[in-house]
């Protein structure tokens, strides 16, 4: 897995655009495989390092086919859920998860 552009904040549309010239700009990687589970490790190593402070994170994930490489998407998946969840609980002490709860409705 790679990561295309690094971390950018796009607050208008001027640094859209800019944003979205660059990433037309980048050549297309063409593999045999696909590997789902790869790519969500691969994102919450990100997500955990990107320096940016953030009420939200989202992985968005799309493939040519199925995971057909790599563990099982399930599994990481719900390892990933399994991290987040321990996260949102150690918040929990300084009443994080109750806002978080409320604003999100989990």
Known sequence: ANQTIGWTVISNERE?????ARLDAEPI???RRTSISNALSFAST????SGYDT???VIDIS??????VGPAVDATRDALVARIDAALKAMDASGVLQRLRG???F
């Open 16 to 20: 859209a655009r800019a944003f979205a």
């Open 29 to 31: 990687s063409s593999a």
């Open 46 to 49: 990100l997500l955990s390092s």
């Open 55 to 57: 009420n939200r994170l």
């Open 63 to 68: 493939g040519d086919g199925a995971n057909n």
């Open 103 to 105: 604003e999100w409705g």
